[in-house]
């Protein structure tokens, strides 16, 4: 595709209920990663993806979180049995190889009630 | 592991006038990728510039400038003619190269206002 595409573009799940964000990086790219954005933050590293392998997962806050690239295009990050905390705007970039720019999708606004 | 200062929260200027925007890192990778991402109020992330840790020249992009001093570990964004457009958060990050960690690191941004 022309640009990162994430869906979806919000989300609102009540807690303890388990969510799984999309991501679609652009044609081609090697590199993958997730972020978390809390306001007025900058983004908070989670994960990275080199093709399909996770090659950096150090960024996930605890065993809720997962992140799955199984042939190496698309991405899902789960989030289970969320909770209230796990509010923020969750960020996918993607670029061509690991040494060029990254760029970013419109990301997905999570709010657990 | 890799570290990003942004010691600026805010910054304001007048239209037209030229702004810097600091940002300094720490890294034991000897090889080393800098960014700087715009992020208007509308939420996108916008990438602006690189620069390399062995380009022996700056970067420039337009109206975009990275002041890249090595031995000082700062990469500063040099905004010349600004414009209400560019109001907006900025944040610079870096990515070692050469190795297995690619891992992206932001800082915590510098929120610029742009004064008519």
């Known amino acids: 595709g022309a640009g990162v595409s994430q869906s979806p573009r919000y989300k609102v799940t009540k807690r303890g209920q388990d969510v799984a964000l999309r991501c679609d990086p652009i044609?081609?790219?090697?590199?993958l990663y997730w972020y978390r954005q809390a306001l007025g933050q900058g983004p908070e590293f989670l994960t990275y993806?080199?093709?399909?392998?996770?090659?950096?997962k150090s960024g996930l806050p605890n065993d809720r979180f997962s992140a799955e690239r199984p042939e190496g295009s698309i991405s899902t990050l789960t989030i289970q049995r969320t909770e209230q905390r796990d509010s923020a705007m969750y960020r996918c970039?993607?670029?061509?190889?690991?040494?060029?720019?990254?760029?970013f999708g419109q990301g997905t606004r999570l709010t657990v009630v | 592991a890799q570290k990003i200062t942004q010691t600026q929260p805010g910054m304001f200027v007048q239209e037209k006038e030229a702004v810097t925007l600091d940002c300094t890192y720490d890294?034991?990778?000897?090889?080393?990728?800098l960014f700087w991402y715009k992020q208007p109020s509308s939420g996108e992330m916008i990438f602006l510039i690189y620069?390399?840790?062995?380009?022996?020249q700056n970067a420039t992009e337009g109206r975009y400038s990275l002041n890249f001093q090595k031995a000082r570990k700062s990469a500063n964004l040099v905004i010349s003619a600004s414009q209400l457009g560019d109001s907006a958060m900025y944040f610079c990050?870096?990515?070692?190269?050469?190795?297995?960690?690619?891992?992206?690191?932001f800082g915590k941004g510098t929120l610029l206002t742009v004064n008519p």
């Open positions: 970039a993607s670029s061509l190889t690991p040494n060029t720019e990254a760029f």
């Open positions: 044609s081609g790219h090697v590199s």
């Open positions: 620069q390399g840790s062995y380009d022996q």
């Open positions: 990050a870096m990515r070692p190269t050469g190795g297995s960690n690619y891992k992206l690191t």
């Open positions: 890294t034991s990778d000897p090889s080393y990728g």
């Open positions: 993806f080199n093709y399909e392998a996770q090659q950096d």
